[in-house]
């Protein structure tokens, strides 16, 4: 199975994934990604830093963007 990173960028920083997670396919990886979108935000409400132009960035095991996912749309 291939290999997923989660690579986040909120508020000027930026969390590059090193170690990544195995998942079936990109259906797999966008929930995993939305549970990310979900942490960040609890995270920033205790810390009082701006998601809104915030998101998760999903990569294939060669490092190949394979899908953007704004923060805000684990709120949802």
């Known amino acids: 199975m291939p290999r997923y990173y989660f ?6 920083s930026e969390t590059t994934d090193m170690v990544g997670e195995v ?13 990310t979108a979900g942490t960040w935000l ?12 915030g ?4 990569e294939d095991e060669h490092h190949r963007e ?3 996912l704004p923060l805000l749309a684990a709120a949802y």
């Open 7 to 12: 690579n986040v960028r909120c508020d000027g």
């Open 23 to 35: 998942c079936a396919n990109d259906v797999e990886a966008l929930t995993l990604a939305l549970k």
């Open 42 to 53: 609890q995270r920033a409400a205790f810390t009082h830093h701006s998601v809104h132009d």
């Open 55 to 58: 998101w998760v960035e999903v």
């Open 66 to 68: 394979v899908m953007k």
